[in-house]
């Protein structure tokens, strides 16, 4: 096959991300051209709201709403997916992909759910697959661990692959606020969209762990894999406490490599002010990639946002064109070809802080100690941190943090200490992740 000196693009959705990708092929063009060796043209254009690519300057006989104009005309070699949600770009990649029509995607909710339909259909079409703006937006994080860094054994990855978030909590964290009035102004900024579940809940960073933890370990790891938890039972009480004791709060999407298992998180987190992810403030984003020859790495960059994202999912095209001029293309095999197991949440291991509410009375501290012994939890601080009146009975507040034990031997503690007439309300439990 002749390689044509015009590569077509058939551009699904032209909203925040698709607008930037016609921005960027058209600001950088030349550029483009001399990078990837062909001019690079949109032909198609797929949009629900056939007057939105028009004022993009795309002219109208190139749009459509009917994804079957996209996919049978012969001058689109890439179609690039830009429509978001799980369908139906599920089934329009599926079937660009297997009808021999390479894609490009920057949909982490389809990656992470159906990578592996998609990488077989890929296979069946002789096509590339890339989807490097799925994580970390503008964050070249997928290449560095599928080609830089694919010598390493890598131990773990961490990463603030949440924006939303990492926003909310630099903002409780710097200005002292609660958590609901952080979201509101986040939504008013438009850094959070209208229905924010997905970001404050953890969802969205957990499809993207998903994918980075199936690519670092070889093995199948789906959004059902990854244990979940948001950020929305965060207060500015247990922001203070981690800052006294030497911790900031993050939202950490957490995978590592545990024998032959692989451990799967997405939760907030006290995290050492001095790891390099703390220093990580507002909308961005980074990852710490610790490989057995690299050592520790991290990546650093706008996790989201028009232009950033529009940089990956170009950069994608780009190494498509240069693949189909050196007839590499189809080569995007799936990288998951082990089948470790994931570990159950009871079996992992971190250190925790809990902060709860007891009756002010002797014993009390003993009573709530001896619980934990019971369960193996060996404590390793504990701090009265205040006292306060609650229906005309005076409570302390009791904040510890333990040593490293299993999830379930605290989950079962935090059980039995709920039944004691002493305890009042376990206020919050958030993991410790390093040391200081
Ligand atoms: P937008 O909602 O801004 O854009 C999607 C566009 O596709 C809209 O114009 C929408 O039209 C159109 N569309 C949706 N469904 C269809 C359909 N079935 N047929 C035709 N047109 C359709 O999304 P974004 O640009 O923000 O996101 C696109 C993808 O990029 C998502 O997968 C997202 O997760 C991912 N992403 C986004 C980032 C960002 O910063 N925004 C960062 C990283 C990844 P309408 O508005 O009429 O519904
Ligand atoms: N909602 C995401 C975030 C944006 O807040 O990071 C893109 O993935």
Same mark, same amino acid.
């Given at each position: 096959m002749v390689v044509a000196e015009v590569i077509g693009i058939g551009l699904l959705g032209v909203g925040t991300v698709g607008s930037g990708v016609v921005k960027l092929l058209q600001e950088n063009s030349l550029q483009i051209a001399r990078r990837a060796g062909k001019q690079v043209e949109i032909k198609k254009v797929l949009e629900q709201d056939l007057e939105k690519p028009r004022l993009l300057g795309i002219p109208g006989e190139l749009v459509t709403n009917d994804f079957e104009a996209v996919l049978k005309d012969p001058e689109v070699q890439i179609i690039v997916e830009l429509l978001g949600g799980s369908e139906p770009a599920r089934d329009y990649i599926k079937e660009a992909l297997s009808r021999g029509k390479h894609v490009v995607t920057a949909n982490k909710d389809v990656v992470a759910a159906y990578g592996e339909e998609l990488f077989e259909a890929a296979a069946a079409g002789h096509a590339d697959f890339r989807f490097e703006a799925s994580v970390g937006g503008g964050i070249p994080v997928i290449g560095i661990l599928k080609e830089s860094l694919a010598a390493n054994q890598i131990e773990e990855v961490i990463g603030i692959v949440n924006g939303t978030t990492n926003y909310i909590l630099t903002r409780m964290s710097e200005e002292e606020l609660d958590f609901a009035t952080v979201l509101r102004a986040a939504q008013a900024a438009g850094?959070?969209? *209208?229905?924010?579940t997905a970001d404050i809940e953890g969802y969205d960073a957990a499809r993207k762990i998903a994918i980075l933890a199936s690519i670092a370990f070889n093995t199948r790891v789906t959004p059902d894999n990854v244990f979940v938890e948001g950020i929305q039972k965060i207060t500015p009480q247990d922001i203070n406490y981690a800052r006294e004791f030497g911790y900031v709060i993050k939202l950490l999407a957490i995978a590592r490599a545990r024998d032959e298992e692989i451990e799967a998180r997405v939760h907030p987190a006290f995290l050492p002010q001095n790891h390099p992810l703390a220093s990580v403030r507002g909308v961005f984003n980074a990852i710490f990639i610790k490989g057995n020859a690299v050592g520790e790495t991290m990546f650093y960059g706008q996790g989201a946002g028009q232009m950033p994202t529009a940089s990956a999912v170009v950069g994608d095209i780009m190494e498509i064109i240069r693949n189909m001029e050196s007839r590499s293309?189809?080569?995007? *095999?799936?990288?998951?070809?082990l089948e470790k197991g994931i570990r159950p949440r009871g079996k992992i291991t971190s250190k925790y802080y809990v902060r709860l509410v007891v009756k002010d009375q002797p014993g009390v501290l003993a009573s709530i100690a001896g619980v934990f012994g019971n369960h193996q939890v060996s404590l390793a601080s504990v701090i009265q941190k205040r006292t306060l009146a609650i229906s005309g009975e005076m409570m302390a507040e009791i904040v510890l943090i333990t040593h490293e034990v299993q999830e379930q031997n605290i989950q079962d503690a935090l059980t039995v200490m709920r039944g004691l007439s002493i305890v009042s309300s376990i206020e919050n439990l958030i993991r410790v992740e390093g040391s200081r």
């Open positions: 850094y959070a969209e *209208a229905d924010p293309t189809g080569r995007s *095999a799936c990288t998951c070809f």
